[in-house]
C-alpha cells in the first residue's frame, strides 16, 4: 500500500511541477503502517572483490565501447555510493567538474506505467546532498562529457536521448 501511495504521490508530485494539476489530491494522506518482514543483510563485497568489479566494468571492445552498457553507471555508482535512481536521473548540470568536482543530488528516476520518469527531490529527507568527487570517479564523468555535444540533459541515457531503464543496470 505504502508503495502504491509513493508512485500516486510520486506522479502527483511530477504533474504539480510542470503545471499540469494545481494541487495533489492525495497530498496529506496517512499510510497505516504494517508490521515490516526482517530485513536481511545486504551482500557486502570484500575489497578484492570490489577491484576484480571495478577491473571487469573498465573492459572495452574492440571498438573503444564498453563491454558492458551499464559500466559507467555502476563504476560512477560504486565511486559515489548514488542510489540507482538518482544515477539515472543525473543531469550534467548537476555536476561540477574542475575546481568543484562535485554531483548535487536533487532528482530521482521512477518507472511509471514502464516508463522512465524523473521526479525532483530524493528518496528520502536527507537524499538531497552534494557528493565530492573522488578521482576515479572525476576521471569517468570527464571521460563521459568529451563524448557529448552540448553538457546539458543526462548523464546516462539511450541512443535517444531518454533515461536509462532500471533493468539495463541490474
Excluded at 494545481?22 to 499510510?31: E, R
Excluded at 573503444?64 to 560504486?78: H, I, Q
Excluded at 562535485?102 to 528520502?124: D, R, S
Aim: overall charge positive; charged content about 25%.
Amino acid at each position: 500500500c505504502k508503495k502504491a501511495y509513493e508512485l500516486i504521490n510520486g506522479c502527483y508530485k511530477y504533474l504539480l511541477s510542470i503545471r499540469a494539476i494545481d494541487y495533489n489530491p492525495i497530498a496529506g494522506i496517512i499510510v497505516s503502517k504494517k508490521h515490516k518482514k526482517p530485513i536481511s543483510a545486504p551482500t557486502t563485497y570484500t575489497v578484492d572483490e570490489l577491484f576484480q568489479i571495478m577491473k571487469e566494468l573498465e573492459m572495452r571492445t574492440s571498438d573503444g565501447n564498453y563491454k558492458y552498457v551499464c559500466a559507467p553507471v555502476v563504476r560512477l555508482g560504486l565511486n559515489t555510493g548514488m542510489r540507482i535512481g538518482e544515477l539515472l536521473a543525473l543531469r550534467w548540470e548537476n555536476v561540477q567538474l574542475g575546481d568543484k568536482n562535485t554531483i548535487k543530488v536533487c532528482e530521482h528516476l521512477v518507472m511509471i506505467k514502464n516508463k522512465p520518469c524523473i521526479i525532483e527531490g530524493a528518496k528520502t529527507s536527507t537524499g538531497v546532498r552534494t557528493i565530492s568527487l573522488n578521482t576515479h570517479a572525476q576521471a569517468l564523468l570527464e571521460e563521459l562529457k568529451k563524448g557529448v555535444s552540448a553538457p546539458s540533459g543526462l548523464v546516462f541515457r539511450s541512443k535517444t536521448g531518454t533515461p536509462l531503464r532500471y533493468n539495463t543496470v541490474r
